[in-house]
């Protein structure tokens, strides 16, 4: 099954966000939820370099495994998803993730 990806070359961003804002805008994110940020490497060292980060969509994504209310799911696309209607909040999913993607805003219904 072919699947798709987002690249991000390190060496041209310059951290402007500009991905961040593209993907809220083409996916309707709620106010203080965010799908993907920008983190920067070895911040304030000489060559720190900065990506695009976000759910890469994991074949054997963590997420999953951890959750105890299984409150993620995969489309036949391979896309992972999270059910905020189901989701406890327990955070496992955010330790789970080497991506970090999971994340849930400070107060209000959660979601990733």
Known sequence: MARMKFVCDAERCIECNGCVTACKNEHEVPWGVNRRRVVTLNDGVPGE????????????????????????????????????????GCGYCSYACPFGAPQFPSSGTFGV
């Open 49 to 88: 370099k900065s990506i695009s980060v976000a759910c890469m969509h994991c074949s054997d994504a963590p997420c999953m495994a951890v959750c105890p209310v299984n409150c993620f799911y995969r489309t036949d696309e391979g896309v992972v998803l999270h059910d905020k209607d189901v989701c406890i």
